[in-house]
Nanobody
């Protein structure tokens, strides 16, 4: 059974950093593209960053370019999202998702399997 578990969320001051991890089980990670998404109450879930099967391609939302870095370690079945220079508007529940196909839009409709999410709060 395919399972994704996020960790690394928490509360941090503006300008701080967090590293999220998405650990996959029940499948071979390199068979799947992985995306990070976030959602705040009352808003649609938005794509933050996506990475192809062997890291040959990455996509970033404009709002996080230059601040966030997505990476993956297929041998460890883990995908990371390094978040630097965090802003209050980055506050959200962050989800990782997997799909066999690497979509071109980094949109939630392109991903089939989802984790439960981890809360990130940026506040002074």
């Amino acid at each position: 059974q395919l399972q994704l578990v996020e960790s690394g969320g928490g509360t941090v001051q503006p300008g701080g950093s967090l590293r999220l991890a998405c650990v996959a089980s029940g499948f071979t990670l390199d068979s799947y593209a992985i995306g990070w998404f976030r959602q705040v109450p009352g808003k649609e879930r938005e794509g933050v960053s996506c990475i192809s099967h062997y890291s040959e391609s990455t996509i970033y939302d404009d709002s996080v370019k230059g601040r966030f870095t997505i990476s993956r370690n297929n041998a460890e079945n883990t995908v990371y999202l390094q978040m630097n220079s965090l802003k209050p508007e980055d506050t959200a529940v962050y989800y990782c998702a997997a799909d066999r196909v690497y979509g071109s839009m980094c949109h939630e409709d392109e991903y089939e399997d989802w984790g439960q999410g981890t809360q990130v709060t940026v506040s002074s």
